[in-house]
C-alpha cells in the first residue's frame, strides 16, 4: 500500500517516542510498525526539507538573497563561436536543516520512508538530501506536472505564492516574493506552505498512490487550499486521490 505523508504528521510516525505526550502515539508506533514490515511504502515530497524547512520568518529574505547558478560555455567549431548557458541549483546558499529536522529525517529513511525529489529548473534544493533522495520516472514526473497545473487552476498549491511574486515583480514571481515588503511576510510564509502541500498531492498522484495521510481536517483548511473539502472532492473526481487520517490508515493495516 503506497502512503504519502504530510507534512504535519511524517515526524510523529518516524519517531513516535519522541512524542510521549501525543494521544494518538500508540496509532504512530503501528504505522510505523507497518513501514518497517513493508506492508505501508511510504513517501514525502522533497519540498518539505527545501523551503518548507526554512523558518517562516526567514522565507521571504530567503526568496530575495536565493540566485540558481547560471553557467556559460562557449565552443568553436569551423570558425564559428556557439554559446551556451545553464541554469542549476545553488544548495549552498540553503541553510539546511536543523538537527532537529535530520534527527527525524534520519529515522525515516532507518524505517523505509522514501524522499522523492521534485526536479524544476534551478530550483531550491537542501544540501542535506543530497544522496538521500529518489528520481521519479519520466512518466511519473510528467503526470505530476499535469496534476500541478490542475492544481493551480483551482488556485491551490503554486497559485498563492506565484501571484504574491507576479505582484511585485511579473517578470519573474520568484524575485517578486523576494521584492515584497515586509508586511507580506506572513502570505509569503503560508503560501509557501500550502505550495510544499500541493507538491505533496500532486507527487502522490503521479506515484498513484493509494492514500495521502494527513491530520488536516479539510473543514478546517481554507477554501483555496489543496486540501479544502471542495478540492479534495474534485482531486478525487478526477485522479482518484484519497485523503486518509492516521486513525484510519490505523484500522486498514490491523
Partial sequence: MKITFDSNIWRKIATPQNFPKDSLRDIYFQINQAIISGKIEAYLSETIFT?????????????????PKQTYNTSEKDGIVSVSSSIDSNPELHPGNNEFLNEHLKDALSIGFKVINIPRIGTVVNPDLEGKKINLQNSDFVKMAQVSTRIKELKAGL?????????YYPHSWFIGVGKAP???????????????????????????????????????AGSNSVLSEKNIEILNSEFDFKKITPIELSELIK
Avoid: M, P, Q
Avoid at 159 to 167: A, H, L, M, V
Fill in 182 to 220: 515586509d508586511s507580506e511576510n506572513y502570505r509569503i510564509a503560508s503560501a509557501v506552505a500550502e505550495w510544499a502541500d500541493g507538491d505533496s498531492v500532486a507527487l502522490h498522484i503521479a506515484l498513484n498512490g493509494d492514500y495521502f495521510c494527513t491530520n488536516d481536517n479539510a473543514k478546517k
Fill in 159 to 167: 497559485y498563492d505564492i506565484t501571484k504574491i511574486g507576479e505582484n
Fill in 51 to 67: 523551503l518548507e524547512a526554512i523558518k517562516r520568518i526567514d522565507r521571504k529574505v530567503f526568496f530575495k538573497t536565493y540566485k
